[in-house]
């Protein structure tokens, strides 16, 4: 089996590089990443500079760089690697849980990945100043890849770890309430600057990721391309029909 690993966090990142340990285990595996950090990039696609896949391998892996985005990175990987049967994002520094989602450099390479019809896997954790113990998450990595080979239906999958997982669970992404808020200030300069930040988490709903995570439960998320309302578009028809 062909595993390609990418991310957002550059390919320098040490959970890129635990990832990679980890799908090693499942089959032969390639590297292909940002030269530098792309978080918070989402599905962003760079088209009108050209790219280069410069080959960097990371600890004895086959592994590429690109000047571009995590989307980039793995249409350029799959485009120089035929037949890979699964990718696999992450492990981000950083949660991927509600609207982050959209945000998501991490989600946006899996989302790349099954836009070429390439199952796929985002994988997030908390936020952490020092490296991150990987160790911890080793068991859950394995099982999660494991199950997922056995979902052919399930071809996106985005996965949350908590700070000490006690077990999995199947969740839904939590959008009710968005947190994104903009904070003014200004610079030595005193020209007016502007930060994206949140506001105080509120309580999440049950079943929900963020809800998952906080009870210290590895969050599992289906998600899927089709963006799609299907309730709205049910009774939008129902109103009213424009072909009559
Ligand atoms: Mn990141």
């Not at 410069?54 to 760089?65: H, K, L, N, W």
């Amino acid at each position: 089996m062909r595993i390609l690993v990418s991310n957002d966090d550059g390919v320098f990142s040490p959970g890129i590089l635990a990832l990679v340990r980890l799908a090693q285990e499942f089959g032969e595996v390639r590297a292909v990443a940002p030269d530098v950090e792309q978080s918070a990039m989402s599905h962003a696609i760079t088209v009108r500079t050209p790219l280069h896949y410069q080959r960097t391998p990371i600890d004895g892996v086959e592994a590429y760089r690109v000047d571009g985005t995590p989307a980039d990175c793995v249409a350029l990987g799959a485009h120089h690697w035929e037949g890979v049967d699964l990718v696999l994002s992450g492990i981000n520094l950083g949660l991927n849980i509600g609207h982050n989602i959209w945000h998501s450099g991490t989600v946006a390479a899996a989302k790349q990945a099954d836009f070429l019809g390439i199952p796929a896997i985002a994988f997030s954790a908390p936020y952490t100043d020092d490296v991150p113990d990987y160790g911890i998450y080793e068991r859950y990595v394995r099982d999660i890849i494991a199950m997922f080979l056995e979902l052919p239906e399930t071809p996106l999958l985005n996965v949350n770890f908590p700070d000490a997982p006690r077990g999995l669970r199947w969740t839904r992404q939590s959008v009710r309430h968005y947190e994104g808020m903009v904070v003014p200030g200004e610079d030595p300069m005193g020209r007016k600057h502007y930060w994206f930040s949140e506001k105080p988490r509120r309580e999440a709903e049950d079943g929900t990721d963020r809800w998952a995570v906080e009870r210290n439960l590895v969050s599992l998320t289906p998600l899927r391309l089709d963006l799609t309302d299907d309730g709205a578009l049910a009774r939008a028809q129902a109103q009213l029909d424009p072909a009559t």
